[in-house]
């Protein structure tokens, strides 16, 4: 049996793309809608970087940049994944989508409605189930991680990184003050704690902790301070960096569980 579905995905960003590659494993019709210029930390495993260049491969599967919604069909035939730089979702009329997954992270809402498709999925804080979708999954690391919330909510952010290797805020590189920032370092590159990483406004950007660096936000990025710029993983072990996490697989197969629970019922 084949469900010939369609899966609108909101967002490209390390989540969202763990969340599209199960479905697109799963044989259903994925697109995914991005801002003009998203700013991921895991830009190897980021659909997003499509944006960029056009085109970005994560463990095996392809995100293909489209200019209009009308590309869309042509990607979808090549096996690949069509990406549209929509921020307002506009294409939600054109496209009519089965499922819409909202998968931004942004932690609160951002005009997402029960009404947008027949099933509406919101992953994380900023979404009340039964009310601004009809399912929304658990985000936050650790024993709920995953869990389908069919009324109320998911926990609040914590604000406090996953626990890697024994490290939890000392491993996440943030931007010291407004301005572009200016790397010395490339994806997947070893640092020692107390080296320079980058500058924003001729301030440094120190590592914390030793290891490799599994995420970094593009250079020359408009940032702000405080805002996530880098991932420095002290495990060290590089096949990291172009492999999808736990949390995003995890997150990934929840929304196909979502979606299971109503198109394949008995």
């Known amino acids: 049996m084949s469900l010939h579905l369609t899966v609108l995905v909101k967002g490209a960003g390390e989540m969202a793309t763990g969340v599209v590659q199960r479905l697109h ?34 463990e095996g599967v392809a995100a293909v940049l489209v200019n209009r919604p009308e590309e869309m069909e042509a990607v979808w035939q090549k096996g ?4 549209l730089v929509d921020p307002e979702t506009e294409v939600l009329d054109y496209l009519k989508p089965d499922v819409l997954v909202e998968a931004t992270l942004n932690k609160h ?5 029960k009404a947008d498709a027949p099933l509406v999925i919101a992953l994380g804080p900023g979404f009340e189930a039964g009310v601004d979708a009809h399912v929304v999954i658990e985000s936050n690391r650790g024993h709920n991680l995953g869990r389908l919330i069919e009324e109320g909510r998911a926990e609040p952010n914590t604000g406090v990184p996953g626990n890697t290797a024994g490290y939890t ?47 970094l936000i593009r250079p020359q990025s408009r940032v702000w301070e405080g805002l996530k710029i880098g991932d420095v993983d002290p495990r060290s072990d590089k096949a990291f960096v172009h492999t999808i996490s736990e949390k995003a697989r995890a997150l990934g197969g929840s929304v196909v569980e979502a979606i299971m629970r109503v198109y394949n019922r008995p």
């Open 25 to 58: 494993c799963c044989h259903l019709r994925v697109a995914l809608t991005e801002v003009a210029a998203p700013l991921a930390v895991r830009r190897a495993v980021s659909f997003c970087e499509a944006v960029y260049d056009q085109r970005k491969v994560v």
């Open 80 to 83: 690949e994944i069509p990406l």
């Open 109 to 113: 809402n951002t005009g997402v409605s």
């Open 169 to 215: 805020i000392e491993r996440v590189l943030r931007a010291p003050a407004d301005g572009v920032f200016d790397c010395d370092c490339a994806l997947g590159d070893r640092v020692e704690k107390g080296q320079v990483v980058g500058r924003v406004a001729s301030q440094p950007v120190v590592a914390q902790v030793g290891g490799i660096l599994r995420g």
